[in-house]
């Protein structure tokens, strides 16, 4: 199983990204799935899941209201939508898989991506 994530840059305060992450080797379809971030020198961080029964959502209190999570199962793809930026949610970004809950270590999921890096100026 592989995850990519993809879709981070450079951008400033207020901006807007969109991170895609494609999966192989397992179907998404049946599998919850999950957004972390590493920013430097800090621990790995849950930001927001989608499960696969209901497509319930789940997010950190930091993402309420300015990140939404969301699936595509027929590309076998997840994606983050980020609004309002903050020069502090610069981190590197990367998907998780696992089947079920609970969803807030890092160590509990099956895989992990590399994920790929958001930096937020000022």
């Known amino acids: 199983v592989q995850l990519q994530a993809s879709g981070g840059g450079l951008v400033q305060a207020g901006d807007s990204l969109k991170l895609s992450c494609v999966v192989s080797g397992r179907p998404i379809s049946s599998y919850l799935m999950a957004w972390f971030r590493q920013a430097p020198g800090k621990e790995q961080e849950f930001v927001a899941a989608v499960t696969w029964t209901t497509s319930s959502q789940y997010y950190a209190d930091f993402a309420k209201g300015r990140f939404t999570i969301s699936r595509d199962n027929a590309k076998n793809q997840v994606y983050l939508q980020m609004d309002s930026l903050k020069p502090e949610d610069t981190a590197n970004y990367f998907c998780?898989?696992?089947?079920?809950?609970?969803?807030?270590?890092?160590?509990?999921?099956?895989?992990w991506g590399r994920g790929t890096q958001v930096t937020v100026s000022s």
């Open positions: 998780a898989t696992k089947r079920d809950r609970p969803l807030y270590n890092l160590s509990a999921y099956d895989y």
